[in-house]
């Protein structure tokens, strides 16, 4: 069965720190690229980070040196390092999975909510 359950969300103030982590089992973590989407009230979901299988990262303009992706193989988990943020950043945020060889992820995780607010 694949799972991937997210973690670590909740309400923090402005310019404030999360960590979010992402448990995954039921795939070949270690092959897989691995992204962190957002999506706000009525906005569309947006990709925020992703990192590929061999450590190579993209960042959302909007967050790049602000936030950080990182995964640990031999753990099967995937952490998005929050900092200095802002009340745009309030989002639910996913964890998804992008199998070797696909354009789009092939798993979701079910969320976890993040608030910056003061």
């Known amino acids: 069965q694949v799972q991937l359950v997210e973690s670590g969300g909740g309400l923090v103030q402005p310019g404030g720190s999360l960590r979010l982590s992402c448990a995954a089992s039921?795939?070949?973590?270690?092959?897989?690229?691995m992204s962190w989407y957002r999506q706000a009230p009525g906005k569309e979901r947006e990709l925020v980070a992703r990192?590929?299988?061999?450590?190579?990262?993209f960042y959302a303009d909007s967050v790049k040196g602000r936030f950080g992706i990182s995964r640990e193989n031999a753990k099967n988990t995937l952490y998005l390092q929050m900092n200095v943020l802002k009340p745009e950043d309030t989002a639910v945020y996913y964890c998804?999975?992008?199998?070797?060889?696909?354009?789009?992820?092939?798993?979701w995780g079910q969320g976890t909510q993040v608030t910056v607010s003061s």
């Open positions: 998804a999975s992008r199998p070797p060889g696909s354009p789009v992820p092939g798993y």
């Open positions: 039921g795939f070949t973590f270690s092959i897989y690229d």
């Open positions: 990192i590929s299988n061999v450590g190579s990262t």
